[in-house]
């Protein structure tokens, strides 16, 4: 591959990484200055999704062919074990909803039960702002509050958006961790692939929601991705 082309340079740039890195990483770290294209950005998703020299790990992240078996083994992720696909997964997104609270000046929060999980090239625990729940509320309601997979909170210690991320557990276990904290004036979420919106809606229409039904929202993987993505560009977040 000669070395002037972009694709080779993308690969350069994966490999400088360690073998990996997100397209949002990729976009921060290319020298873009000899591309004559208006939308480099676009150009670097496009070569990712389309060489052979480079394989998905997760939506927005990519990592070399040549390289797969110590990346895998970097993150633990052993490819058809489901419990390792789920770890994974479940870490990769609460690493990215921290992230973008972060961005949005939110104090972050991870139970710390969750703090080894790995995000990347880290662990939760080492990007969270904490994974002790600051004491908002009656002790019965921070025992809730603290299995939440992600809650940002504003500068008075007051949590303002909280987030269940959803592989494969049962949504309505979540949903009702909801019900218990309906009284604070915070934003709830559902974070999942898009095949079990459905799922959600079932479930959040039942009767015994319809104290939250109109607050609860449902994230896809991807918006979650596209957010994260663009962080670059932009100093506000909007779902």
């Not at 949504?171 to 604070?184: A, G, R, T, V």
């Not at 607050?215 to 993987?221: C, E, G």
């Given at each position: 591959m000669k070395k002037e082309t972009q694709e080779y340079q993308v690969i350069e740039a994966l490999r400088n990484e360690g073998g990996f890195a997100t397209l949002r990483r990729l976009n921060e770290i290319m020298d873009f200055t000899s591309w004559k294209t208006k939308t480099p950005e676009a150009t670097v998703r496009r070569i990712v999704q389309v060489s052979?020299?480079?394989?998905?790990?997760?939506?927005?992240?990519?990592?070399?062919?040549?390289?797969?078996?110590?990346?895998?083994?970097?993150?633990?992720?052993?490819?058809?074990?489901?419990?390792?696909?789920?770890?994974?997964?479940?870490g990769y997104y609460q690493?990215?909803?921290?992230?973008?609270?972060?961005?949005?000046?939110k104090e972050t929060y991870v139970p710390a039960q969750d703090k080894n999980r790995i995000f990347l090239d880290k662990h939760l625990g080492d990007i969270t702002d904490t994974v002790t729940l600051p004491p908002f509320t009656y002790?019965?309601?921070?025992?809730?509050?603290?299995?939440?997979?992600?809650?940002?909170?504003?500068?008075?210690?007051?949590?303002?958006?909280?987030?269940?991320?959803?592989?494969?557990?049962?949504?309505?276990?979540?949903?009702?961790?909801f019900y218990e904290l309906q009284d604070f004036y915070a934003k709830f979420y559902i974070v999942a692939d898009k095949s079990r919106e459905n799922e959600f809606l079932d479930k959040l229409n039942a009767s015994i929601f319809n104290a939250i039904s109109k607050r609860v929202r449902f994230l896809k993987y991807e918006q979650i991705v596209n957010v994260y993505e663009g962080l670059t560009k932009a100093n506000t977040m909007k779902w």
């Amino acid at each position: 591959m000669k070395k002037e082309t972009q694709e080779y340079q993308v690969i350069e740039a994966l490999r400088n990484e360690g073998g990996f890195a997100t397209l949002r990483r990729l976009n921060e770290i290319m020298d873009f200055t000899s591309w004559k294209t208006k939308t480099p950005e676009a150009t670097v998703r496009r070569i990712v999704q389309v060489s052979k020299e480079i394989f998905r790990i997760q939506p927005g992240l990519w990592a070399l062919e040549k390289e797969r078996d110590k990346v895998l083994q970097k993150f633990d992720l052993k490819v058809g074990n489901r419990q390792s696909e789920e770890r994974f997964s479940h870490g990769y997104y609460q690493g990215m909803l921290v992230e973008i609270g972060k961005y949005n000046k939110k104090e972050t929060y991870v139970p710390a039960q969750d703090k080894n999980r790995i995000f990347l090239d880290k662990h939760l625990g080492d990007i969270t702002d904490t994974v002790t729940l600051p004491p908002f509320t009656y002790e019965s309601l921070l025992r809730k509050a603290r299995t939440i997979d992600v809650i940002w909170f504003n500068d008075r210690r007051m949590p303002t958006d909280l987030y269940e991320v959803e592989h494969t557990t049962d949504i309505k276990n979540s949903l009702s961790k909801f019900y218990e904290l309906q009284d604070f004036y915070a934003k709830f979420y559902i974070v999942a692939d898009k095949s079990r919106e459905n799922e959600f809606l079932d479930k959040l229409n039942a009767s015994i929601f319809n104290a939250i039904s109109k607050r609860v929202r449902f994230l896809k993987y991807e918006q979650i991705v596209n957010v994260y993505e663009g962080l670059t560009k932009a100093n506000t977040m909007k779902w």
